[in-house]
């Protein structure tokens, strides 16, 4: 399966962008999704995930209440809308699918786009 994500760009804090990461191939065997991003010098963290049916969403507690994450299946595509964006958001933002249900984990997530940059200012 091929993952492209766009969507990135420059905002200033406070404000918002949203993210869209459309699937192609062997969509069938996806079953989760998710959000990662790496800021400059630091390792890749766990941003959303969302289960195939979209009935199920988990967050890290430093997005909670200001990311959304959702998906259309029909489309074969997963969004991340971003709101109340800070300067501590700005990285590169990978969209990633993975066999298993949910998860967190990077390692659980086979299949990875190529990266949108998010950068926030101040």
């Known amino acids: 399966v091929q993952l492209q994500a766009s969507g990135g760009g420059l905002v200033r804090a406070g404000g918002s962008l949203r993210l869209s990461c459309a699937a192609s191939?062997?969509?069938?065997?996806?079953?989760?999704m998710g959000w990662f991003r790496q800021a400059p010098g630091k390792e890749r963290e766990f941003v959303t995930a969302?289960?195939?049916?979209?009935?199920?969403?988990l967050y890290a507690d430093s997005v909670k209440g200001r990311f959304t994450i959702s998906r259309d299946n029909a489309k074969n595509t997963v969004y991340l809308q971003m709101n109340s964006l800070k300067p501590e958001d700005t990285a590169v933002y990978y969209c990633?699918?993975?066999?298993?249900?949910?998860?967190?984990?990077?390692?659980?997530?086979?299949?990875w786009g190529q990266g949108t940059q998010v950068t926030v200012s101040s």
């Open positions: 990633a699918a993975t066999r298993i249900i949910i998860t967190t984990r990077f390692v659980d997530y086979g299949y």
């Open positions: 969302i289960s195939w049916s979209g009935g199920s969403t």
């Open positions: 191939g062997r969509t069938f065997s996806i079953y989760g």
